[in-house]
Every structure is written in structure tokens, then in C-alpha cells.
């Protein structure tokens, strides 16, 4: 479990526990808890992140910095996270829960969610080998505003669906949704959103386009 993110006043959020939640209700609690936060269509302060306020989301929730463009490190992460690869995640990249073919879309996607900044959702599967049964995923990623000198954040949770099997466990990407946050009055979104859970893809980066959400 996530040990500290920071004090704040917020309570308890909403139950991500038990088997009958399903992976987007989990999404949209650690979502809900962040846009909350946001004062003015601003990003949330790092230091307004309380457990409390996610509390039963805590094990599938991750928090990560911006060490160069495209790459981002575990600052903390949950037990489920820790599990899929058999290891604490602290100080490890976020591309180490990826397969090597999606790490450099996965880079270039989260560049866009510090630089935008934006909000980005990711359709996942895991590779299926003997002792490795089905396992897809989804995962969430929110920029925050950090203090002055502070690597660029953010609060990211992952949730899985299917038995984890042998660890290690890594992902290919099979969907992405990007949305920027606030100043430019668009929003990208994909020609045809993901159904989770969606089959890989042979091709490498998922058709998007942009559109305005004024008019």
C-alpha cells in the first residue's frame, strides 16, 4: 500500500475494494478524487494528495516524475503494481511494465501528458505464455503541479482484469485516449474508442485526431 502522498483535509473516497468492482469504476474514483483537486481548471498541487482520499484505491495507485522527455520513474506505487513485476516499483521507469515494442509509443504519449499538459488512458494486455494466463489492464494517468525545482507528476493508477500468473507480467498497448486539460479548447480523442478488453494491435500508434469542444 501507498504510504504517503501528502496531508491534506479531504476524507475517504469511494470503495474500489472488493471483486464486484470493475476496472472502470476504480478509474473514475482516483479520477474523481483528482478533479476535485483542480481549482480554476488548474492542475492539483502534489502536496493537496491524501490517501484518505482514494483510501480502497490505494494498492493500484502510482505516482511518477518526469526524469527527460518521454521517461518517467516510480516516485511510489501500490502493492498491485509491485505484484505484476514480483518487485517494489520505487525508482523503477514506468516502461519496465511494458513490452519492448510499446515502450517508445508509450514515451511519446507521456511527454504529451507533462507538456500539454493532458490526461491519458491506456487499454493494456499482457503477453500469454505457459504459466501466464489472460490478464488485460487499464491505466490512468493525471498531471499535477509540482513545487518549484520539482520534476513534472503524476498521479496514475492501474487496474487489472484476469488471473497475474508466473510474474513477470508486461503489457503491449491495445488503446489509447489523450485529453488535453485546460487553455486550448480541444480535446484529442480516438476515431474509434478502445472496448476493454481490447485485442493488441498490429500497427504501431492508435489513429487520433483532434477536435474542438467549443461549438
Not at 517508445?104 to 493532458?118: I, N
Not at 487499464?138 to 482484469?161: D, I, N, W
Request: with cysteine; proline share 7%; glycine share 12%.
Amino acid at each position: 500500500m501507498l504510504t504517503f502522498f501528502g496531508k491534506g483535509p479531504h476524507g475517504k473516497g469511494g470503495d474500489c475494494s472488493g471483486s464486484s468492482t470493475d476496472m472502470l469504476a476504480v478509474l473514475q474514483v482516483v479520477r474523481g478524487y483528482w478533479e476535485a483537486l483542480r481549482v480554476a481548471g488548474g492542475l492539483p498541487q502534489r502536496s493537496q494528495i491524501d490517501p484518505r482520499g482514494m483510501a480502497d484505491c490505494l494498492d493500484k495507485a502510482f505516482l511518477i516524475e518526469q526524469i527527460a522527455p518521454g521517461l518517467a520513474r516510480f516516485r511510489l506505487a501500490g502493492m498491485a503494481l509491485n505484484d505484476l513485476l514480483g518487485m517494489d516499483l520505487r525508482g523503477m521507469p514506468l516502461s519496465a511494465l511494458l513490452e519492448p515494442v510499446a515502450r517508445a509509443r508509450m514515451g511519446h504519449e507521456l511527454e504529451q501528458v507533462f507538456a500539454s499538459p493532458a490526461i491519458m488512458e491506456v487499454w493494456l494486455e499482457a503477453e500469454r505464455s505457459v504459466g501466464r494466463p489472460a490478464l488485460s489492464g487499464r491505466m490512468l494517468l493525471l498531471p499535477l503541479a509540482g513545487a518549484v525545482g520539482e520534476p513534472k507528476l503524476a498521479l496514475g493508477c492501474l487496474v487489472t482484469k484476469g488471473q497475474l500468473g508466473r510474474q513477470p507480467r508486461r503489457f503491449a498497448i491495445s488503446g489509447l485516449v489523450r485529453e488535453l486539460v485546460a487553455g486550448s479548447g480541444l480535446r484529442v480523442v480516438p476515431d474509434a474508442e478502445p472496448v476493454e478488453p481490447a485485442p493488441p494491435r498490429s500497427s504501431g500508434r492508435a489513429e487520433l485526431r483532434l477536435v474542438s469542444s467549443r461549438g
